[in-house]
Nanobody, 129 residues
Framework: HVQLVESGGGSAQAGGSLRLSCTASGSTVTSACMAWFRQAPGKEREGVASTHTRAGARYHADSVKGRFTISHDDAKNTLYLQMNSLAPEDSGMFYC??????????????????????WGQGTQVTVSS
């Protein structure tokens, strides 16, 4: 499995912005469906957004559409999540995940945890009102 390390979490005021990064190490991720998940205290982990490192399709959860944007930089082997207009309900631990060796992220199952073999340790995001 590829090793994933998240960074960029922290505290923000409601309405503010943060950008999360996820850097892959151990191997270059050349073809993978990559995603961000978040888990709030007492809640299940949920998919936030996904994108393929080669193909152009991107998926965002309804709760973050228009506010969050996922992207990937091949040269830096890094996945990003730009989060704008943050709200307190966005708080939680954010995890980066990768499903390597796949040609596509699928609209039907990109948000299913079982689809991903590699996970980072997470980065905490706290949004105050």
């Amino acid at each position: 499995h590829v090793q994933l390390v998240e960074s960029g979490g922290g505290s923000a005021q409601a309405g503010g912005s943060l950008r999360l990064s996820c850097t892959a190490s151990g191997s270059t991720v050349t073809s993978a469906c990559m995603a961000w998940f978040r888990q709030a205290p007492g809640k299940e982990r949920e998919g936030v957004a996904s994108t393929h490192t080669r193909a152009g399709a991107r998926y965002h959860a309804d709760s973050v559409k228009g506010r969050f944007t996922i992207s990937h930089d091949d040269a830096k082997n890094t996945l990003y999540l730009q989060m704008n207009s943050l709200a307190p309900e966005d708080s939680g631990m954010f995890y980066c995940a990768a499903n390597t060796g796949t040609l596509y992220c699928h609209s039907s199952d990109w948000s299913q945890q079982a689809r991903y073999q590699s996970w980072g340790q997470g980065t905490q995001v706290t949004v105050s009102s």
